[in-house]
């Protein structure tokens, strides 16, 4: 149980905070409540994965569609957040700093089998999580070299600039966001700006920060395409209300 405990303690506090909090009393040292912070922010984000993107799945199953998802954005975010939990796994950072990823890919599989079913049936849906569950094993087990866990990090800004493009263009061709979950898509919105700071402080990591600031940036244009989308759809009730 102590050993349990003092693992415990580590998830918010580095070895050199404690010491400075618990045996030098220094409540008010300027880098460990930087640290504190980041790892405390780190924590709720993990927290609060839980949740991010399960109002995006149960409209799916309640309207037993997928129309407006676009598979290969859903398969490409899919592939970076993959990418990046592999990559800060194998590096050994903070768990606070990437554990969120784990949560997020769960979900995000979910979601891209949902839409591999309900557009291609169940055969093709199982096939695809097979796959995907192989390559996961894969990597965990350690048989991908570091080298191409690094690259594959680094192609996680084009790629999540794709997938997010991909998804605003079909959102604009539709003149609407579909089955898209506006709660999803402001925790996405949120979570990437916080784990901007977090990478900074807890990582150091170019790539990871470079990551999460073009993270921000796209998820902030599906954010501004539903809240468009959602104006638009309100302007023309009342008009046709006016009408009538």
């Known amino acids: 149980m102590a050993s349990v405990l003092q693992d415990l303690k580590h998830l918010l506090f580095t070895k050199a905070c404690l010491k400075e909090y618990t045996e030098n009393f220094n409540f008010l040292h ?55 939990a592999s990559y800060s796994y194998i590096s050994q ?8 990823a784990i949560f997020l890919g769960l979900q995000t599989v979910t979601i891209a089998f949902l ?8 055969t093709k849906a199982t096939a695809f999580l097979s796959a995907y569950t192989a390559v996961v094993a894969a990597i965990v087990s350690g048989y991908v070299p570091l080298t191409v866990l690094w690259f594959a990090q680094a192609m996680n800004i084009p790629v999540i600039v794709t997938s997010r493009l991909i998804q605003a263009y079909t959102n604009y061709s539709n003149g609407s966001t579909g089955q898209l979950s506006a709660v ?28 999460f600031t073009v993270s921000t940036l796209m998820n902030g244009i599906i954010v501004a395409q539903l809240l468009y989308y959602w104006n638009a759809a309100e302007k023309k009730v009342k008009i046709s209300k006016k009408k009538k």
Do not use: H
């Open 30 to 84: 300027a880098e460990c409540f930087k640290i504190t912070l980041s790892k405390a922010l780190g924590l709720a984000i993990i927290a609060g994965s839980f949740m991010v993107k399960i109002p995006q799945i149960m409209k799916i199953l309640k309207s037993g569609s997928a129309k407006g998802i676009n598979i290969i954005s859903v398969l490409l975010e899919l592939l970076a957040i993959s990418s990046m």
């Open 93 to 100: 950072f903070p768990f606070s700093s990437w554990g969120d």
């Open 115 to 122: 839409v591999v079913y309900y557009s291609n049936g169940m």
């Open 184 to 211: 999803t898509a402001f925790l996405l919105l949120f979570g990437a700006v916080a784990r901007i700071f977090t990478s900074i402080q807890e990582t150091g990591d170019a790539i990871m920060i470079a990551m």
